[in-house]
């Protein structure tokens, strides 16, 4: 049976790298061969990834980055120089409906979500070209699909990374770049857990089950799950896809509507 997914001699960029998906993506991304270089603004959590793969006997390096920034983005591409995988992972997330979402607000959800993913896209693809093509794959979300209540920016905001997904695909097929994104539903990461304790402290089993029960599945996704699919898409054997977005949401959209 040949190697199926391997990332050997591959150089992987992954946005926030260093906590949740953007974690199990680093971890499976090394283990499949690939050397990670994980950009984070938690520096301690960046390193700990770094050290756990380092001990699994893989590769890793991290830097201190804010995608919003374009100036600090083009310096940190131009160290990497030529690579094969950008995983635009980086994200924050916010409730609230167009009446009450502040400006501000707004604002600081769209300048990471949006503006984070074209930094990236814009340093990025130069070096990508360089190195005869490559893969990049954008964190979206079923929010992207469906809207989801109270989550005005962030629905916004990831509408607009599908929407940046189908144009760099269609823009550099002939340079030898696949652009694909992925929409989970609710995945069970410590920003959920974080999320439940401080908007319901005390009720946090009642909550987690009333929000795993959101997916037809009956659960909430994991981490390494959206992982997996991100190796997949990132691997050779995905070579004639691209342009294309995948749900990972346990029956979310096609099942609720």
Known sequence: MPNLFSLKNKKAVITGGGSGIGKAISLLFAQQGAS????????????????????????????????????????????????????????????????????????????????????????????????????????????????????????AAKGAVAAMTLSVAKDYIHEGIRCNSISPARVHTPFVDGFIKNTYPGREPEIFETLSKTQPIGRMGKPEEVATLALFLASDEASFITGCDYLIDGGFVKLNT
């Open 36 to 155: 990670v270089i994980i950009l984070d603004t938690n520096s301690e959590n960046a390193e700990e990834t770094v050290s756990q793969i380092k001990n699994e006997g893989g590769l890793a390096i991290a830097h201190l980055c804010n995608v919003a920034n374009q100036s600090e983005v083009i310096k940190i591409f131009e160290e990497i120089g030529n690579f094969n995988i950008l995983i635009n992972n980086a994200g924050i997330a916010h409730i609230g409906k167009a009446t009450t979402t502040s400006e501000t607000d707004f604002d600081r959800i769209l300048n990471i979500n949006v503006k984070g993913v074209y930094n990236c896209l814009h340093a990025a693809i130069p070096h990508l070209i360089k190195s005869g093509g490559g893969v990049i794959i954008n964190m979206a979300s079923i929010a992207a699909w469906v809207g989801l209540a109270d989550r005005f920016a962030y629905s």
